[in-house]
């Protein structure tokens, strides 16, 4: 056996691929998936590359392996529908075959169980740095999946959560803040993003929303994707946004709640439309996590935040933009 099938095996035993609908798994050419009547299929990728997404000598391989593919299954949340199986290519650099990725395995298989995902297949090679790409499989009842292009003027704009949390762990880390012991608790969702999939089935299964978004990038360049596609513009009122809770101690930092929630990426909370009628009733909670209402669908293009006390300026998308040129 060579030392790649090796390799292989024990990713094997880590995830038996054994679940209804899958004829063939790991250990063939290709996988063999039998899709259930009267369902659609939902398929997302995602890259997950050290020193872009992750630094290897201050992220743990355990967060590294669950925060991947949480990134990737972030994306069937945001179309409201169930995951089912996972394809993984891996490549790595020698140093990290042993210890390194059998904590990373641990990590995603924790990631797999919580989702109900199946690895199914993927691939294998040598790398200097860490290259981690996640192909993930989802089902919806045909015609329900939630697309970004649905949004309508007069629509209501939710939010799931509280956004900036995400941003501020990773603002500590890039510090050296993120060890000391009561700020600690704070990384959690830097380090374990938790995908909002059953409120996306929720609000699949109920018809609410009219178009959706994971906040991966920012909620103001994922509402602008939104408003993009949907050929909208937005009005959104910042005292209604639920703001990141910045402890007294950190004021020394000079951070801004409010502006970790809007440009701040990798909430991975849902940000989604829903008719005005509707938003009326719409519950406080729904798969155990909080709904806030914060803006409207406005008719031109363009989106404006406004204060509390009415004025109005321009929101500029300053999210995540991997292409962005840095100044």
Known sequence: MSKEDQLIDRMRRKFPSTTRGLRTGIGDDAAVIRPAARMEWVVTTDAFLENVHFMRRVHPPKAVGYKSLARATSDLAGMGAHPRYFLLTLALPLSCTKKWLDDFLDGLALAARRFGLTLVGGDTSKYPSVVVSLTVLGEIDSGKAILRSGARPGDMICVSGKLGEAELGLLLMQRGLHKRKRWKKLMSKHFRPEPRL??????????????????????????????EASGVGAKVWADKIPLVSVPEDMSILGLDPLRLALHGGEDYELLFTVPKRLALHLPSKAGGVP?????????????????PHGGGTALQPRGWDPFRRRV
Do not use: N, V, Y
């Open 291 to 307: 709904i806030t209402t914060i803006g409207e669908i406005t008719r031109g293009r363009g989106i404006t935040l406004l204060g």
């Open 198 to 227: 059953a409120l996306g089935q929720w609000l699949a299964a109920h018809g609410r929303a009219t178009a959706m978004i994971d906040t991966s990038d920012g909620l103001s360049t994922d509402l602008g994707h939104i408003c």
